[in-house]
Nanobody, 116 residues
Framework: QVQLAESGGGLVQAGGSLRLSCAASGSIFGFGVRTVGWYRQAPGKQRELVAHIDYGGTTNYADSVKGRFTISRDNAKKMVNLQMNSLKPEDTAVYYC????????WGQGTQVTVSS
């Protein structure tokens, strides 16, 4: 079964850091040439795209996380990471990874909670 699995979430104080990982398993054709995004969904809000990275390593960030989050990928390992620094309480959400185009069924995500 093809899936993307998120890990690395947790509870952190404001100003702290977390590193999220997204690992692809199963036979995913063309993982290395597909744009992968990190999304988040806070309670009562819609899921939003916070960062994405294309096959060439070009990145793009939502204004709310620009300068604090860094997305990276290792195609050989089929992994995409999200380094989150200077975390704020408003970053609290469940974080998901998925292909930006033709996304797979959403996984369970990983909870990030930032206390003030």
């Amino acid at each position: 079964q093809v899936q993307l699995a998120e890990s690395g979430g947790g509870l952190v104080q404001a100003g702290g850091s977390l590193r999220l990982s997204c690992a692809a398993s199963g036979s995913i054709f063309g993982f290395g040439v597909r744009t992968v995004g990190w999304y988040r969904q806070a309670p009562g809000k819609q899921r939003e795209l916070v960062a994405h990275i294309d096959y060439g390593g070009t990145t793009n960030y939502a204004d709310s996380v620009k300068g604090r989050f860094t997305i990276s990928r290792d195609n050989a390992k089929k992994m995409v990471n999200l380094q989150m620094n200077s975390l704020k309480p408003e970053d609290t959400a469940v974080y998901y990874c998925n292909f930006v185009r033709a996304p797979l069924t959403w996984g369970q995500g990983t909870q990030v909670t930032v206390s003030s």
